[in-house]
C-alpha cells in the first residue's frame, strides 16, 4: 500500500524536477516474473527505475538500511528486501527470498555490479542475477540508466534538480533457455552474467572495466587494460576469482 502511495505522489514530483526519458519500456513484461537488472550509478536509481516501470520493483538492499528503525520501517514497508553481504547463509535466504518474490509472479529490480562503483565505468557483475534467473526461470531485462551520478554523487545525501535522466530497457533475456538449470555449474553462471554485462553496457554507454566494483579501491589508471571490454564473445575474460563465496552469494547492494 505504501509503496503504490509513495509512486502517487513521487511521480508528478520527481517528473517535474528532472527531464527523464525512457526508451524501451515495452520489453518489460506486464505481467509474471522478471529481473530488472541495471548498471548502479547512484542511490536514487531506485527511484528513477521504479518511477518509469510500469509495475511493482521490488529491490534487494543492503541489510544495513534495516538494522536502523529510522530506515528499517520505511524499506519493509515498501517490500525491499534485505542483502547480507557476509555471504553464508544469511545471504542464501536473501537469495531465497528473492526466488518467493519471482515465483509469485513479481518483478525484482537488482544491481549485478553489488554496489556503486568509484568512477563512472560498468564493473564486473556479480552471478547471483544468473542463479535467480535459472533457478526461476524469470526473464532478465537488461537496464541502462544515465545521468544519476550527475545528481546525486557519492556521499551526496541531497539530489540535485533539473538534471536530465535516461533509463533504457533492452530486450529480455531466458537464461534458462541457453543454459538450462545448471546452477551447479559456475562456469556458465560466470558466461551468462559476463553476457548479461555486455547487454548493460550497451544500454548504458558505459566503458566496462572486468573488475569487481568497489569504493575502496582507486579507479585504474589509463592504459593499464583493466578497463578494457572482455567479450565474452570475442575474449576470455579475467576469471581470477572464479567460483569464490563471494561471487556465488552475492546479489546486490543498494548502497
Keep these: 500500500m505504501l509503496y503504490g502511495a509513495l509512486k502517487l505522489v513521487l511521480s ?22 522478471v529481473i530488472l537488472a541495471s548498471n548502479h550509478q547512484a542511490f536514487c536509481d531506485s527511484l528513477f527505475i521504479p518511477l518509469v516501470a510500469s509495475r511493482r520493483v521490488t529491490f534487494v538492499a543492503k541489510a544495513e ?13 515498501v517490500g525491499q528486501i534485505p542483502m547480507y553481504r557476509e555471504g553464508g547463509d544469511a545471504a542464501r535466504r536473501s537469495l531465497g527470498e528473492a526466488e518467493r518474490v519471482l515465483r ?16 563512472e565505468r560498468l564493473h564486473r557483475g556479480r552471478t547471483g542475477v544468473a542463479r535467480l534467473a535459472l533457478a526461476t526461470g524469470a526473464p532478465v531485462v537488461p537496464v541502462g ?17 533539473f538534471k536530465p535522466v535516461e533509463v533504457r530497457f533492452g530486450v529480455p ?14 562456469l556458465v553462471l560466470r558466461q551468462a552474467t559476463d553476457d548479461l554485462m555486455w547487454e548493460i553496457g550497451q544500454l548504458s554507454g558505459q566503458q566496462y572495466v572486468d ?27 579475467d576469471r581470477s576469482g572464479e567460483g569464490s563465496a563471494e561471487d556465488r552469494e552475492v546479489l546486490a547492494d543498494s548502497a
Design 12 to 33: 508528478p514530483l520527481m517528473r517535474a524536477l528532472y527531464s527523464v526519458r525512457v526508451d524501451g519500456l515495452e520489453n518489460v513484461p506486464t505481467s509474471g516474473p
Design 65 to 77: 538500511y534495516f538494522e536502523s528503525w529510522k530506515t528499517n520501517w520505511f524499506f519493509r514497508a
Design 104 to 119: 509469485a509472479g513479481g518483478c525484482i529490480g537488482i544491481y549485478p555490479e553489488g554496489t556503486r562503483p568509484p568512477d
Design 145 to 161: 540508466i544515465r545521468g544519476t551520478r550527475e545528481i546525486q554523487p557519492i556521499g551526496a545525501r541531497m539530489m540535485k534538480p
Design 173 to 186: 533475456a531466458r537464461l534458462g533457455d541457453r543454459y538450462g538449470h545448471r546452477l551447479d555449474d559456475p
Design 211 to 237: 573488475r569487481y566494483a568497489s569504493r575502496r579501491s582507486q579507479p585504474t589508471e589509463p592504459g593499464s587494460g583493466a578497463g578494457q571490454r572482455s567479450d565474452p564473445a570475442r575474449g576470455t575474460p
